[in-house]
């Protein structure tokens, strides 16, 4: 995140294991909030971007938003996604010792 472009990229790396294979709630609230922030871009910005995971080893998904949309586009996206940083860090806060979240600046 930068102070005077907003958030520009998101990158998750690992997973949680904080239960068992589809019961981990930390890993599950994590993906929701970050495959939500893709979509909602997508469908309520009308923005596309670029996107890579790799869940089988070690788990990666990441993010990134161009600054190359118009000024409306660039308020939505910025809204969405620093709801999602309140989100990540929010679950990061309860449940420290399966998640960290790194902000760069």
Known sequence: MNSKTGV???????HADS???GQDIVCAAASVLAINTINSIEQIVGVK???SEDS???G???AKFSADHTRDQLL?????LRSFVIGMNDVA?????FIKVNIQE
């Open 8 to 14: 520009e990229q998101f990158k998750m790396i690992g």
């Open 19 to 21: 239960g068992p294979y």
């Open 49 to 51: 971007p670029e996107t």
């Open 56 to 58: 089988e080893n070690g």
């Open 60 to 62: 990666l998904l990441t």
């Open 76 to 80: 939505q996206m910025q809204a969405i």
């Open 93 to 97: 806060n309860n449940y420290s010792q």
